[in-house]
C-alpha cells in the first residue's frame, strides 16, 4: 500500500480590502499543501505589517523539509523545524511553521474524513465562545465607540475587545478610562468587555489604570506589560483585581514555563497562526491545566482559516475560556470560504466536516492581491 506524500506548497498573500469601510491592517497569508491523491490541505501564517513577504518566503523555504514527506508526521515536521531554527525561531519563522502544520492537520483529517478535533482527543463542547476585536479603528471620540460597540452587538456578540488608549496621547489615562466607561454605559451590564493594554503604559501606570477601571467590571486585562519580563509581570499580576492575560507575544514551551511557574497570568492567548500550530497549542494548553490557567486564543488573523484551526483546538482543551474574532477580515473571508463560519450569541457551533471543516475558493483568492500599506508614521 502506498503512502501518501506532499507534492507541492503554496502560498496566498492577500489584501483582504472591504466595501463596507471597515479599515484593514496588514495582509493575510494563507497556505496550501497539495498531495499526490488530490488530498489538499489549507493552512494560515501570523503576519504583521511589513514583514508579510518575509514571512510567504519562510514558508517556501520550510517547504523544502515537506515535499515528498507523508503529512500523517506532524510532530516529526515540527520537531525538525524547531532544529532548524536551532532554539532561536523568529515570530517570522514560528508563524511559517504554523501555516504548515496547519494543512497538514487539514489533509489528515480530509484523508480519515473525520474533523481535526476527533483526531485530537475528541470535543469537550459544542460551541466555541468568541469576542470581537478590531471594530473601532478610526474611531475618534468615546461616543464613536460606544456606537460601535452597540453595532457589535447587534451582530450577535457577547463579548467585545478593545484598545483603549487614544493613540494620539497614548499615555493619557484619563481619556482611556473614559472611552471604557462610555462603552459600558452603552453595552450595559451583561456584555463582557475585555481591555487590551497592548504593552503601553509602564508598570506603575498599568497598576493605576486597573484601579481606575475597578467599577467598570471588566471581564480581562491583557498584556499590561512586555512579556519579556515576566518577573514585572507577575507584580502587576498581584496587584490588579482583574484577570490577566499574555501569551500573544509568546511562541513555545519553553516561553511559556516562566508564566506558569511565576504564576504571572491567570489566562493566556497563545496564536495557533504562530505558536507552532495545532499540536503545539493543544500541548500549551495542557502544560497551563495544572496550574489553572485558562486559555483564550489569541487570532488576529482570518475568520477563515486560522479561525477553524482555532475552533478545532477550542473544542479538545478542558481549560479553554473564549477565543478571538477579528471582524475586520469577516467580509472578505465570506467571499472566498464556502459556507462561513456564523457568529450566534457570541458561539460558533462546531462542524462535524472533515479536516478543519471549510472550503476555500481558491481562485477568489486572486481577487485580493498583497498590497504594500504607506510608510507608518512615528
Known sequence: MSVMKITNVKTYLIYPVTKSGLTVSKNLLFVKVETDEGIDGWGESFTMLDRERVIAQQVTDLSRYVIGRNPFQIKDF?????????????????????????????????????????????????TIKVYANG???GAQSPQELAERALMVIEQGFTAVKFYPFPFSKSGDLKAATENVKAVREAVGPDIDI??????????????RFAEMLRELEIYWYEE?????????LAKV?????????????????????EVFEKQAADIINPDVASCGGILQMKELAAMAEPYYVLMAPHNYNSTAVSL????????????????????????????????????????ISLTKKSGLGLEIDEDALKDYPYQEFPLRKW
Not at 90 to 108: K, N, P, T, Y
Not at 224 to 232: A, E, F, L, Q
Not at 249 to 255: G, I, R, V
Not at 321 to 347: G, R
Open 78 to 126: 515540527t520537531q525538525m523545524a524547531f532544529k532548524i531554527a536551532e532554539g532561536r525561531g523568529s515570530v517570522e519563522f514560528f508563524s511559517a511553521m504554523s501555516g504548515i502544520e496547519i494543512a497538514l492537520w487539514d489533509i489528515v483529517g480530509k484523508k480519515l474524513e473525520v474533523p481535526v478535533y476527533n483526531l485530537l482527543g475528541g470535543s469537550c463542547r459544542e
Open 135 to 137: 471594530w473601532t479603528r
Open 194 to 207: 475585555l481591555i487590551d493594554v497592548w504593552r503601553r503604559p509602564e508598570p506603575s501606570a498599568t497598576i
Open 224 to 232: 499590561p506589560v512586555p512579556s519579556d519580563n515576566i518577573d514585572i
Open 237 to 257: 499580576r498581584n496587584a490588579v483585581s482583574f484577570p490577566v492575560v499574555t501569551g500573544e507575544c509568546l511562541y513555545t514551551k519553553h516561553d511559556f514555563r
Open 308 to 347: 477553524a484551526a482555532t475552533i478545532q483546538i477550542a473544542a479538545t482543551i478542558p481549560n479553554f475560556l473564549i477565543a478571538e474574532y477579528f471582524i475586520t477580515f469577516s467580509e472578505v473571508s465570506e467571499t472566498f470560504v464556502k459556507q462561513p463560519f456564523k457568529v450566534q450569541n457570541s458561539h
